[in-house]
Structures are given as structure tokens and as C-alpha cells.
């Protein structure tokens, strides 16, 4: 075999590996690396280049004793959770699915956590669970979508990949030294005189120890048989996507390293900015064209421009309303705020569904 002969095939690997690159992007190579697959490690470089700044410094922020980087933090989160309107309600073909589900249930949980501290407190302590199942949704979502994008069966590893995300949001938790400040909520059930639920802090950290042997002792074989069969996938035609890949790797990466070590307490900040980051990414991408159609200006070549505005000055003007609010003394506030966090959650799951097709 000649040299030539040996140097064509490899340069038409990577001409093809080059155009399954191209074509693999949900959106556009600089739009997903910047909005999806690096996420996470961006926000992991801000976080750690924010630590010993004058921003992280405590302060009085809108009468609030608290620095700028929580403060920013904090607005971001809550516009996030808001801007999930653009894919319910103004999204007419999703909205027409469930109308009930966008009007009435809101309403009756509303009135429900107005008229029971127990369904108010309970809400609340699982608000920040399901906030870490979401995250791992999302991961997953994307990570489907780019496996989609390969050309593979919507089915094939689907639940392999469900369960990677559970461990790589949960386990790093579970087994690293955020564990308490998450089961901590517990404590707010001392309002409703529960002595059952107060106690589940103290038997989480007197037990922290075999959480951590058990996340481990599930996780490493998990990841095993995981990798194991995604090759048996290939063996029989999967197409690896290596958007996919870097975008679990990324994750994986910021996830053990902030939930699982915290360094210099950063852990909350950097998860919950590039899961929002990801978010308006993903609203934007999708919902654009119905956004500027309720703004008038569909078709026109400012009109994906407008909507992005949008999106960000509701959501935005939202999450400075909401992190300003004083929300001890109106609990009105506090249960709305509840509210849009909790249908957050629940509108995105089962719009990731409905919307399969439409990506």
C-alpha cells in the first residue's frame, strides 16, 4: 500500500467527522458551544474568576444584606423560571394541548398554599429537589436532541441517559459537601410543629458518610454498564455524537467539581448560571418566531432580534422584581414566587415531550 493510500482514508475520516460536526448542531456550531455544550464550563470559569472580588463581597443590595454575585445570581434564576410563558402560554400550538393545565392549576395550587402552611412548606422543600431533577432534565433533553441530530433512534438509550443525568446532578450531591445545605429546608417544617420532617437534616448528616459509599458504590458501575452499551450501540450502527459527548463530559465535569467539593462556595452560583444560561438559549431558539409574532414584527428581519429583547426584559424585570421583594412579610409573595418556580418545572418536563417532533 502506498503512502497515498494510507494518507487518503484518514483525511476522509476527518472530512467526514468534520460534516457530522456541521450537521450535528441543533442550532449553529458557535450557538451551541457557547449556549449548550460549554455551559457549564463557563460558568464554572466565572464563578471561580468572581471568588475575592469586590462583587462577592456581602453588602446592602436593595436593603438586602447580601453580595452582588448572589444578588445577580439570584435575578437570573427567577427570570429564567418565568420566561417558560414563551413556550406555555404564548406558544398556541402547546398551549391548545393543555389549557387546563396553564389556567386552572395555577390557580387552585395558588389558593392552596394561601390556605395551608403545610401545603405552602411542602411545596417549598420540594421545589428544591425537583429543581435538581429539572437541571438533569435538561442535560438530558439536550443530549437527546443531539442524538437526534446524529441520526439515531429517538428510543435507543433513552433511559441509559435519563439515569446518567439523575447521578450526574444527584449523586454529586448526595455523596459531596452540598448534601446539607439541600436538606436543610427540612427545618421549615418546625412552622408546622413536624418533628419527623426537622429531624431528616440531622439523619442526613450523621449518615452522609454511607450516602457517599452508596452513591459510589451505584454510580462507577452504572457508568460501566453505560459506556459498555453505548458501544454495543455502535457496534450495531449507533452514530456517535460528539456534541453529545462533550456536552455530558462538561457537565459531568462541573457538577462533581462544584456540587461535590464547592469550592470557595461557588457551587450554587455556578450550576444554576449555566442551567439558565442554557434555558434562554433554548426559549430563544425555540420560541422565537412566536414571539415575534405576538410582537407584529414575524418575518422581518428584526424580528428574532425583538423577540430576544423580549425575553430578556420580562424575564430579567421578573427575577430584579423577585429577588428584591421582601418576602417575610407577604407571604402572598412568597407562595407566587413558589408557584412560577413549581409550574416551571412542571410546564418544561412534559413541553420537552410534546415539542420532540418539532426538533
Same mark, same amino acid.
Given at each position: 500500500?502506498?503512502?497515498?493510500?494510507?494518507?487518503?482514508? @484518514?483525511?476522509?475520516?476527518?472530512?467526514?467527522?468534520?460534516?457530522?460536526?456541521?450537521?450535528?448542531?441543533?442550532?449553529?456550531?458557535?450557538?451551541?458551544?457557547?449556549? =449548550?455544550? @460549554?455551559?457549564?464550563?463557563?460558568?464554572?470559569?466565572?464563578?471561580?474568576?468572581?471568588? *475575592?472580588?469586590?462583587? !462577592? !463581597?456581602?453588602? *446592602?443590595?436593595?436593603?438586602?444584606?447580601?453580595?452582588?454575585?448572589?444578588?445577580?445570581?439570584?435575578?437570573?434564576?427567577?427570570?429564567?423560571?418565568?420566561?417558560?410563558?414563551?413556550?406555555?402560554?404564548?406558544?398556541?400550538?402547546?398551549?391548545?394541548?393543555?389549557?387546563?393545565?396553564?389556567?386552572?392549576?395555577?390557580?387552585?395550587?395558588?389558593?392552596?398554599?394561601?390556605?395551608?402552611?403545610?401545603?405552602?412548606?411542602?411545596?417549598?422543600?420540594?421545589?428544591?429537589?425537583?429543581? +435538581?431533577?429539572?437541571?438533569?432534565?435538561?442535560?438530558?433533553?439536550?443530549?437527546?436532541?443531539?442524538?437526534?441530530?446524529?441520526?439515531?433512534?429517538?428510543?435507543?438509550?433513552?433511559?441509559?441517559?435519563?439515569?446518567? %443525568?439523575?447521578?450526574?446532578?444527584?449523586?454529586?450531591?448526595?455523596?459531596?459537601?452540598?448534601?446539607?445545605?439541600?436538606?436543610?429546608?427540612?427545618?421549615?417544617?418546625?412552622?408546622?410543629? /413536624?418533628?419527623?420532617?426537622?429531624?431528616?437534616?440531622?439523619?442526613?448528616?450523621?449518615? @452522609?458518610?454511607?450516602? /457517599?459509599?452508596?452513591?459510589?458504590?451505584?454510580?462507577?458501575?452504572?457508568?460501566?454498564?453505560?459506556?459498555?452499551?453505548?458501544?454495543?450501540?455502535?457496534? %450495531?450502527?449507533?452514530? +456517535? /455524537?460528539?456534541?453529545?459527548?462533550?456536552?455530558?463530559?462538561?457537565?459531568?465535569?462541573?457538577?462533581?467539581?462544584?456540587?461535590?467539593?464547592?469550592?470557595?462556595?461557588?457551587?450554587?452560583?455556578?450550576?444554576?448560571?449555566?442551567?439558565?444560561?442554557?434555558?434562554?438559549?433554548?426559549?430563544?431558539?425555540? !420560541?422565537?418566531? %412566536?414571539?415575534?409574532?405576538?410582537?407584529?414584527?414575524?418575518?422581518?428581519?428584526?424580528?428574532?432580534?425583538?423577540?430576544?429583547?423580549?425575553?430578556?426584559?420580562?424575564?430579567?424585570?421578573?427575577?430584579?422584581?423577585?429577588?428584591?421583594?421582601?418576602?417575610?412579610?407577604?407571604?402572598?409573595?412568597?407562595?407566587?414566587?413558589?408557584?412560577? /418556580?413549581?409550574?416551571?418545572?412542571?410546564?418544561?418536563? =412534559?413541553?420537552?415531550?410534546?415539542?420532540?417532533?418539532? +426538533?
Amino acid at each position: 500500500m502506498s503512502s497515498s493510500d494510507t494518507i487518503f482514508p @484518514a483525511a476522509l475520516k476527518a472530512r467526514v467527522f468534520a460534516r457530522v460536526l456541521r450537521s450535528g448542531y441543533i442550532v449553529s456550531p458557535f450557538y451551541d458551544w457557547v449556549f =449548550f455544550i @460549554a455551559a457549564p464550563l463557563i460558568a464554572l470559569v466565572l464563578g471561580l474568576a468572581l471568588v *475575592g472580588t469586590p462583587l !462577592e !463581597e456581602t453588602s *446592602g443590595v436593595f436593603d438586602h444584606e447580601k453580595s452582588w454575585v448572589d444578588f445577580g445570581i439570584g435575578v437570573f434564576i427567577f427570570a429564567h423560571l418565568l420566561i417558560v410563558i414563551f413556550r406555555s402560554h404564548l406558544n398556541p400550538k402547546i398551549f391548545s394541548l393543555y389549557p387546563w393545565r396553564f389556567t386552572l392549576i395555577p390557580i387552585a395550587l395558588f389558593a392552596a398554599m394561601m390556605t395551608s402552611n403545610w401545603i405552602l412548606i411542602s411545596c417549598s422543600v420540594l421545589a428544591t429537589f425537583w429543581d +435538581v431533577y429539572h437541571s438533569g432534565m435538561q442535560t438530558f433533553g439536550l443530549s437527546r436532541i443531539y442524538d437526534a441530530r446524529a441520526g439515531n433512534q429517538p428510543q435507543l438509550g433513552r433511559t441509559l441517559d435519563w439515569i446518567l %443525568n439523575i447521578f450526574l446532578y444527584a449523586g454529586p450531591i448526595a455523596a459531596g459537601v452540598t448534601l446539607l445545605d439541600h436538606v436543610d429546608d427540612f427545618y421549615e417544617f418546625a412552622e408546622v410543629g /413536624s418533628v419527623f420532617f426537622t429531624s431528616v437534616p440531622i439523619f442526613a448528616e450523621s449518615n @452522609a458518610h454511607y450516602l /457517599s459509599a452508596a452513591v459510589i458504590a451505584t454510580g462507577v458501575p452504572f457508568l460501566a454498564f453505560y459506556l459498555w452499551s453505548y458501544w454495543r450501540f455502535w457496534r %450495531n450502527g449507533y452514530q +456517535v /455524537s460528539p456534541q453529545k459527548v462533550f456536552l455530558l463530559l462538561s457537565t459531568a465535569a462541573c457538577s462533581i467539581y462544584a456540587w461535590g467539593f464547592n469550592p470557595f462556595g461557588m457551587a450554587f452560583f455556578i450550576m444554576n448560571f449555566f442551567h439558565a444560561w442554557q434555558y434562554f438559549a433554548i426559549v430563544w431558539w425555540a !420560541e422565537q418566531g %412566536n414571539v415575534s409574532k405576538v410582537l407584529g414584527c414575524e418575518g422581518r428581519a428584526w424580528g428574532k432580534w425583538a423577540a430576544l429583547f423580549t425575553i430578556v426584559v420580562v424575564g430579567m424585570s421578573y427575577g430584579v422584581f423577585a429577588e428584591g421583594a421582601d418576602i417575610d412579610t407577604h407571604t402572598w409573595l412568597f407562595a407566587l414566587f413558589l408557584l412560577i /418556580s413549581l409550574m416551571h418545572f412542571w410546564y418544561d418536563g =412534559f413541553i420537552w415531550s410534546v415539542a420532540r417532533k418539532q +426538533v
